[in-house]
């Protein structure tokens, strides 16, 4: 969290705002389960200018964030395979995304698109790097006990956890109105 607010900090990030128009943020929290254990990490949609450049984003928030790391102890800034590592993986940037691009995922032969990568990061199938929390849950319906008590944990643990973040203002410079349960119901 420290890092992340490092990130989004000062004069610099308000020049980098209005430089790409930086209107706001949608952040996904996703977890997946692999051979050193869970691996939690964010995607985030920006929303910035159609016109911005991805490539000088890149450069420009990598450069940030690996500060932002380095401030908050995250990383080494001796240790050149991590950094070189931190540099490859860290960061990554696409341009001109609609719900229907492909954006980060590549799954079972299908399409991930902005949208399902935001919203139904849990939904996703495990691949080699590792297993989402629900594909856990298939694991113990089909008898892994290991399974089962590891997706049991990971429910404990996120219990009321918020996983999917709007920036303030978001929702309404893009039109959606927030809806109660009861509302939804309502109306059908």
Not at 105 to 129: C, F, N
Request: net charge positive.
């Amino acid at each position: 969290a420290f890092a992340l607010q490092r990130l989004r900090a000062g004069s610099p990030w308000k020049r980098f705002k209005e430089a790409y128009g930086y209107r706001g943020l949608i952040r996904s929290l996703e977890n997946l389960l692999g051979q050193n254990g869970w691996h939690p990490h964010t995607h985030e949609l920006w929303f910035v200018r159609a016109d911005a450049d991805p490539v000088a984003m890149l450069v420009e928030v990598l450069k940030r964030w690996e500060s932002a790391c380095i401030r908050a102890g995250l990383l080494d800034p001796k240790n050149q395979a991590q950094l070189e590592a931190f540099r490859a993986y860290a960061v990554d940037v696409k341009g001109n995304c609609s719900a229907s691009d492909y954006l980060a995922k590549q799954d079972d032969s299908r399409q991930w698109g902005v949208d399902r990568e935001i919203a139904k990061a849990s939904t996703k199938t495990g691949r080699a790097k590792g297993l989402h929390p629900f594909a856990l849950l298939a694991k113990a319906a089909e008898g892994d006990r290991r399974a089962g008590r590891l997706f049991l944990a990971y429910s404990l643990a996120m219990k009321g956890k918020s996983q999917i973040y709007w920036s303030r203002g978001l929702k309404d410079a893009v039109g959606i109105n927030e809806v109660s349960d009861e509302a939804i119901a309502e109306e059908h």
